[in-house]
């Protein structure tokens, strides 16, 4: 077999059953323990994430830079590529499990932030860590499962965080405007070194400006076309919900998809968005200034909200509503054609900036959380080198065949998923103790 087979297989293991059942379990469990708290305190911690902290809380960072950080890992090329990528190996269907994924998702990330701050500690430069393997080393006392997890997590980063991004971003600009994907690649590796030598600091102040416009820009935008197209919705609504439990039949330049495909390519590529029970956004939401890790939970519990329920959906519907999803494209080439199907001109240029931001802000992200990783084995010494290997990383991954990239990343998520969900698991009855202390005094929490 060639790489390209060799890595396919592998990550049809990784993302087998056990992994699928493992990630919407644990968020199906953490949801019953934690009676529901995602559906019940959403409108809280949407409040939430707009407030100040107090002014004599620990921390690096603003929750809500926190916050922002968290989602520029998450609000990327999943949003725009991985979307359109679920649906061509899925169908429509796979749109409905990826909601799945997201509601039980929230309460797996609520989980994340709470242990991330509740076992989070000062380093010898004065910063905050924390995450799972701060958590699943102290908390479950597993020193070497916290170490393994570590360890996937800053080889992780070099797929999901920079060879993906800057793929898509390479993708996207080849085929607009002509530039080469070589170039593309070294641009994006400077722009991202600028800004990382700066630290947690610097990302928080660039992410809290740059991913609520982008956010908001994309969205707008998308809605544009679905009002244009607003007869064509509810038979796009239509279509998530049949094909998340019949097959799609093939269609046009569509290959057709079993339900089996539509709930493994929803649910990975769900993940791959929000990110809920990888276990990286926790790394971002231990550096927030804060007294709370239960408010500090339920303000990183909106982030798969914003970016799986509001962004993914409007990409989906814009796809679907198009038609262009029985085009035969796939990946960012498959939303780029139907936003420029549903607005003639500007619609093509909106994915094009669209996935040049999201991915840019994603790589800042993940280069902390691999950087943080790194740390963690190897101490602050290993930061300037890993920074260096992350941005090579990125100018090497925009020339890089999409399959490949795409199967590394989904497999490397995997490999840091699992260690993160047995914490998860193992630790929820601090998760819980810790929730319902925070509600007998909310004055405390708020």
Known sequence: MN???????????????VMLALLVGTGVFLTLRLGFLQFFQLPRALRLVFRRSPSDAEGDISPFQALTTALSA????????????????GGPGAIFWMWICAIFGMATKYAEAVLAVTYRHHLPDGTMQGGPMRYIAEGMGLKWLG???????????FGIGSMVQSNSVAVALEQTWDISPVLTGVVLAMLTGVVIIGGIRRIGKVTEKLVPVMGVFYV????????M??????????LIITHAFAPASAAGGFAGAAVSAAIRFGVARGVFSNEAGLGSAPIAHAAARTNSPVRQG???????????????????LVILSTGAWTSGETSSALTYLAFQQGLPGPGGLIVTIGIAV???????????????????IFGLKARTPYRWVFCLAIAFGAFQKVAFVWDFSDTM?????????????????VVVKATRDAFARPQEML
């Open 358 to 376: 999201f991915a840019y802000s994603t790589m800042i992200g993940w280069a902390y959380y691999g950087e943080e990783c790194i740390e963690y």
């Open 74 to 89: 998450t609000i990327g090329t999943g949003n725009i590529a991985g979307v359109a990528t679920a649906i061509f190996l």
């Open 220 to 227: 707008c935008g998308a809605a544009v076309i679905l009002i």
């Open 413 to 429: 998520n995997g490999a840091m998923a699992i260690p993160n969900l047995i914490g998860l698991l193992a630790l929820s009855g």
């Open 298 to 316: 339920l303000v990183a519990m909106t982030g798969v909200f914003f970016d799986t329920i509001i962004v993914c959906t409007m990409t989906a």
């Open 147 to 157: 170490w393994l997890f570590a360890l996937m997590g800053s080889i992780a980063a």
């Open 229 to 238: 197209h607003m007869d064509k919705v509810p038979s796009a609504l239509q």
């Open 3 to 17: 790489p390209d087979q060799v890595m396919a297989t592998i990550n049809s293991f990784v993302w087998g059953p």
